[in-house]
């Protein structure tokens, strides 16, 4: 099994920051690239940013120049650095992984499940 978990989510003022995190768990042999999605209500979900393995970056238009991924791959787990939110960024945000981990079989790779999110707010 492999699970991903997100944290760090909650209330924050337009134009401050904030710092999501999230872990991958299992019996993970390596993680390819990782992503941070959202969700606002009653839209569908939407990429905001994507990381390889080797540190590459990319953004949707909304959020570049104000949100920063990282990732540190001896602890399988990726960031979103938030700054100058804004409330159109008030969403529940996921993150996403493709992972390579050991099963009965042998090794297998596949995108892991969805966590649960962590909401983020922003007030105006």
């Known amino acids: 099994q492999v699970q991903l978990v997100e944290s760090g989510g909650g209330l924050v003022q337009a134009g401050g920051s904030l710092r999501l995190s999230c872990a991958a768990s299992?019996?993970?042999?390596?993680?390819?690239?990782m992503g941070w999605y959202r969700q606002a209500p009653g839209k569908q979900r939407e990429l905001v940013a994507t990381?390889?393995?080797?540190?590459?970056?990319k953004y949707s238009d909304s959020v570049r120049s104000r949100f920063t991924i990282s990732r540190d791959n001896a602890q399988k787990t990726v960031f979103l650095q938030m700054n100058s939110p804004k409330p159109e960024d008030t969403a529940v945000y996921y993150c996403?992984?493709?992972?390579?981990?050991?099963?009965?079989?042998?090794?297998?790779?596949?995108?892991?499940?969805w966590g649960q999110g962590t909401q983020v707010t922003v007030s105006s």
């Open positions: 996403n992984a493709d992972v390579r981990y050991l099963t009965s079989g042998g090794f297998a790779r596949i995108a892991a499940p």
């Open positions: 990381i390889t393995s080797g540190g590459s970056t």
């Open positions: 299992g019996r993970i042999s390596s993680i390819n690239d």
